[in-house]
């Protein structure tokens, strides 16, 4: 079942719609997954660019029972970018757009996280509950399961928009005590972003999308943390190409 409904965060000052999914089977309570553009997970009818990642049709089918909670970006000029960035960037496209990404968290965590918690039959737990995103997404999830790991033990971080501030991310990594039960999933396409990939054979070591993910895994992973790398040959910056992917995110945070 697919619920749809506002909520309002005093963090953001703004109403943001509410995508949840409920399962329809199993005794409950079940894991939660929160993710951000809640509104491209589900239905191509809500989403931005009228294809979602069709993520409804896969719990349906899928043999794990959970709550999935997707969170609506703002629309409004310059909210996205704003609401994902976890610090200010020095340089390249993102800068001069305000850091709003302590806003986000505070968000989730204090208003939206309490309210799923009392309201639905979820497992309010770290190891049942995990992070995602795509792309801004993507970097939030990173930096939110860093930042808020007493939260959150896994993420799904696609295609993640980490290089303006990849080392503003890296520092904070070095400073933060990780549990080595957190285990995230990186992924990039061939076909995306700085640098497209010349012999996907090699994982496009010398790309930036690959540098980037690769350095932030090894981190998580020097933590005792495990995490999964996905190149997507002829993957592009898209939901219908992350839809593509569920079959690994989903299996590697929740089934191993």
Known sequence: MLLRQDFYFHALHANRPLHIYLPDWGEGPYPCMYFLDGQNLFRDSDATYG?????????????????????ECGHGEGERLAEYL???????????????????????????????????????FRDCTGIGGSSMGGLMATWMVVRANQYFSKAACVSPSLGTVSGKLWHDMNETALSPDTRAFFSWGTMEGYGKIKDPTREDRESWL?????????????????????????????????????PLIMPFLWQR
Not at 51 to 71: N, T
Not at 88 to 117: F, M
Not at 226 to 232: D, E, K, V
Request: net charge negative; with cysteine.
């Open 210 to 246: 690959y540098r980037t993910c690769r350095v932030t895994a090894d981190k998580i992973e020097r933590a005792g943390g495990q995490t999964q790398l996905y190149c997507q040959v002829g993957g592009r910056h898209c939901e219908e190409d992350w839809e593509k992917q569920l």
């Open 51 to 71: 294809k979602s990642w069709g993520l409804e049709a896969y719990l349906d089918r899928w043999d794990k029972p959970m709550v999935i909670v997707g969170l």
């Open 86 to 124: 976890p610090y200010d960037s020095p340089y390249g496209w993102l800068r001069g757009v305000p850091a709003r990404g302590e806003d986000t968290l505070n968000a989730i965590l204090h208003e939206l996280k309490p309210y799923i918690d009392r309201t639905f039959p979820v497992i309010p």
